[in-house]
C-alpha cells in the first residue's frame, strides 16, 4: 500500500455521479492541504480541486466548478471527491496528492494550492470513464 490510496472511479454514464475517496498514511494528514489532479493519455496533468487543512477552503478549475465537491474528514485521514454531473470531457485517471505540512493557523485554515509544485505525495490514480 502506498501513502495515499485512491478508489472509487469506474465507468458511468454521462449525467451520472461518481464518488472518489482517497486515504492517506499520514499521521499529520490534519495539516497538509489535499488536492486531486487528472490526466488523460497524452496530456500534461492538470488541477482540479483543493481543500485546506482546516476543510474550511476549497478552490475548483472552472472546468468542474458547480458539479465536483471535496471533502475531507482529518479524523480518518481521508479525502473525498464528490462529482456530479459527469460528462466525456470528465474521462481522465485522477490523482489524489499531499502538499507539504503547513503550521501558521492561517495556512491550516486557508491554504489550497493549485500548482502541481506545491504538492509532493502522489497517488497512484483511479481511472474516471464517462460514456454517452
Known amino acids: 500500500q502506498g501513502r495515499l490510496v485512491e478508489s472509487g472511479g469506474g465507468l458511468v454514464q454521462a449525467g451520472n455521479s461518481l464518488r472518489l475517496s482517497c486515504v492517506v498514511s499520514?499521521?499529520?494528514?490534519?495539516?497538509?492541504?489535499m488536492g486531486w489532479f487528472r490526466q488523460g493519455p497524452g496530456k500534461e496533468r492538470e488541477f482540479v480541486a483543493a481543500?485546506?487543512?482546516?476543510?474550511?477552503?476549497?478552490i475548483y478549475s472552472d472546468s468542474v466548478k458547480g458539479r465536483f465537491t471535496l471533502s475531507r474528514e482529518n479524523i480518518k485521514n481521508t479525502l473525498y471527491q464528490q462529482m456530479n454531473n459527469l460528462n466525456l470531457e470528465d474521462t481522465d485517471v485522477y490523482f489524489c496528492?499531499?502538499?507539504?505540512?503547513?503550521?501558521?493557523?492561517?495556512?491550516?485554515?486557508?491554504?489550497?494550492?493549485?500548482?502541481?509544485?506545491?504538492?509532493?505525495?502522489w497517488g497512484q490514480g483511479t481511472q474516471v470513464a464517462v460514456s454517452s
Open positions: 496528492s499531499e502538499s507539504r505540512s503547513l503550521t501558521t493557523i492561517g495556512e491550516l485554515l486557508n491554504a489550497a494550492p493549485r500548482a502541481r509544485s506545491e504538492y509532493e505525495y
Open positions: 499520514d499521521r499529520s494528514f490534519s495539516s497538509h492541504p
Open positions: 481543500i485546506s487543512p482546516s476543510g474550511l477552503r476549497e
